[in-house]
């Protein structure tokens, strides 16, 4: 490894491969891993950028190998030492945000044809005792949006048990579990027999739940309340192909979405302002927002966006409609369907007699927090048993 003071950088060449990799001073002055600058259990920053010295420079720098293996040293000008390992170092390359895109790429796009080839099943008693299965189901949730769990019985508290094995449930106007059944008392469509559109759950919250789990405990044997979804991200991707001009208004002009009623012992009047679709500072998509009940008859843009808006949600909804899973897939007492709220569109169709579901929510913080704990806890399991 070559290494070398350029442009407020340094810059480390590997001899193998000729590949250059460059950290600015600054940034490696403020990033010290010093005990001094960094706790040595949580590695957080102990350093405040108040008193950071922002134009250090080094007056002694080498890498070198020891038992832990190579690292990079650096004594600065005030006199302070710093080492930082390879490793350390590699994992944090400026590489114009590639991570974040290969983190995108783990989203896998499906379709109605595809659909029953990616939708994977657990055992209820797996994901319960094993965390082997609690991960590969988490990460199914997280690369497809959906996955069943089966033999779930029909206790009513399963749901909180499922996510209490993740982290915990998150709690809503609607309280902490939900029972969705005909309610002639609620304010809440989805509380009635009748179809239900294909829409997201919450619009109406800025944070609205990441993920919705819905135990089936009665379910009509006559044909009727056969589950509906899509993919939004693949709505949007053939969007944004096909129309780029009506992709960008619903990526852009807000929506004024409410909830008002009673449920749970609460009134709420819940407002939230988003375009259907939300993109991030990268240009990738990072959430949809849709439900037509809860979308205000107020629309606070001008005249022209309300032309704009309603030829583009038109394209949404015929591509969504086009391509939405129908009929081929109606949950069985004791299933628990478990999908992101921030992708899938679901709906379901209407239905005679009886039928109850529970629902729950979890937020994709918990989810993706518990997936990089366990896959780090069994890592180390396989690292101390090979
Ligand atoms: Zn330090």
Redesign the pocket.
């Known amino acids: 490894m070559e290494v070398s003071v350029e442009n407020s950088e340094i810059r480390l060449r590997s001899i193998a491969d000729g590949l250059c990799s460059a950290y600015p001073l600054v940034w490696l002055k403020n990033n ?3 005990p ?2 960094a706790s040595n259990t949580s590695g957080a920053r102990k ?1 405040v950028i108040r008193d950071l010295k922002f134009h250090s420079t080094p007056v002694d720098y080498r890498v070198s190998s020891n038992n832990e293996g190579d690292e990079l040293y650096v004594k600065w000008d005030d006199g ?1 030492e ?1 080492t930082y390992g390879l490793q350390w170092l590699s994992v944090r390359k400026f590489n114009g945000g590639q991570q974040h895109h290969l983190e995108h790429q783990r989203r896998v796009k499906w379709t109605a044809e595809t659909f029953s080839s990616i939708l994977r099943s657990f055992k209820y008693d797996d994901i319960i005792k094993r965390d082997d299965t609690l991960l590969t189901w988490l990460d199914s949730l997280a690369t497809y949006g959906i996955a069943i769990i089966k033999d779930c019985g029909l206790a009513e508290n399963r749901v909180k048990e499922l996510a209490e094995r993740v982290g915990f449930l998150k709690r809503t106007h609607y309280g902490e579990t939900f029972r969705v059944e005909v309610n002639t008392d609620a304010t809440n469509l989805a509380y009635r027999s009748s179809y239900l559109q294909l829409h997201t759950d919450l619009p109406y919250y800025e944070f609205a739940p990441g993920v919705i789990l819905l135990h089936c405990i009665v379910q009509p044997e006559n044909a009727g309340g056969e589950s509906e979804t899509v993919d939004g991200f693949y709505v949007c991707e053939l969007m944004k192909d096909k129309y780029p001009t009506q992709y960008k208004a619903l990526s852009t002009i807000p929506v004024m979405w409410t909830d008002r009623g009673h449920d749970n012992g609460y009134n709420f009047h819940c407002v939230h302002h988003s375009p259907i679709i939300r993109e991030d500072q990268q240009g990738m998509i990072k959430r949809i927002k849709f439900s037509e009940h809860q979308r205000d008859s107020k629309f606070p843009v001008t005249l022209n966006n309300v032309h704009i808006w309603y030829n583009a949600v038109e394209k949404f909804v015929k591509i969504a409609y086009d391509n939405q899973v129908m009929s081929s897939f109606k949950m069985k007492p004791g299933d628990i369907l478990t999908f992101d709220n921030h992708r899938l569109l679901h709906g379901r169709k209407g239905y005679e007699g009886s039928r109850l579901l529970i629902g729950g929510y979890l937020d994709w913080d918990i989810v993706n927090s518990r997936i990089r704990v366990l896959k780090s806890q069994l890592s180390d399991q396989i690292s101390t048993t090979s």
């Open positions: 010290c891993q010093c001094e600058c350093l302070h710093s």
